[in-house]
T-cell receptor
Framework: KQEVTQIPAALSVPEGENLVLNCSFT??????LQWFRQDPGKGLTSLLL?????REQTSGRLNASLDKSSGRSTLYIAASQPGDSATYLC??????????FGQGTTLQVKP | EAGVAQSPRYKIIEKRQSVAFWCNPI?????LYWYQQILGQGPKLLIQ????????DSQLPKDRFSAERLKGVDSTLKIQPAKLEDSAVYLC????????????FGPGTRLTVT
């Protein structure tokens, strides 16, 4: 059974800290890995997509890495801001495109 | 570019009633997905369409859930009859073609079954 685990489940940090969110998956035959942000009561916003041939992707203060051999991905957020407070979900897809999601990490950044 | 549109945004029904959700994907996107997200969990795929054909409906409870994508554009997801455990957010997503492309999500429909 394909599973995705995200650690920690919740995280509270002061503004300005650099932080790392972890995602592990059981299926090494992934096609893509995608990180999403979800604000309360809202849909999912795609943050970064890493294709299986890539090792990392960067967008602004966000950097995501992928290590297929160990079944791990990390999302690094630099200089966190209160506006970064949300739930962060990682998901991988096989060759059909179906996304398998983790349960998410809920982040609170305190001013 | 307009995003994925969904309606209604919220729906409250009693158990055993029926309900339908509508999704309009991003223009030109061939693949459409319906996911169910129960509170506190990650989304789970219910059904995937490629144009108007079904690619994966292995986790769709077919005794009560149905979905269609006529003309390969808009899609409707129906629940009949609803159960208490169907209370969730129903998310629609679309992507350009196959698994190589990002999925873009709509705002979701929050269903409460009482």
């Amino acid at each position: 059974k394909q599973e995705v685990t995200q650690i920690p489940a919740a995280l509270s940090v002061p503004e300005g800290e650099n932080l790392v969110l972890n995602c592990s998956f059981t299926d090494s035959a992934i096609y893509n890995l995608q990180w999403f942000r979800q604000d309360p009561g809202k849909g999912l916003t795609s943050l970064l997509l890493i294709q299986s041939s890539q090792r990392e992707q960067t967008s602004g203060r966000l950097n995501a890495s992928l290590d297929k051999s160990s079944g791990r991905s990390t999302l690094y957020i630099a200089a966190s801001q209160p506006g970064d407070s949300a739930t962060y979900l990682c998901a991988f897809s096989g060759n059909t495109g179906k996304l398998i999601f983790g349960q998410g990490t809920t982040l609170q950044v305190k001013p | 570019e307009a995003g994925v549109a969904q309606s209604p945004r919220y729906k409250i029904i009693e158990k055993r009633q029926s309900v339908a959700f509508w999704c309009n994907p991003i223009s030109g996107h061939a693949t459409l997905y319906w996911y169910q997200q129960i509170l506190g969990q990650g989304p789970k795929l219910l059904i995937q369409f490629q144009n108007n054909g079904v690619v994966d409906d292995s986790q769709l409870p077919k005794d009560r859930f149905s979905a269609e994508r006529l003309k390969g554009v808009d899609s409707t997801l129906k629940i009949q009859p609803a159960k208490l455990e169907d209370s969730a957010v129903y998310l629609c997503a679309s992507s350009l073609t196959d698994a190589a492309y990002e999925q873009y999500f709509g705002p979701g429909t929050r269903l409460t079954v009482t």
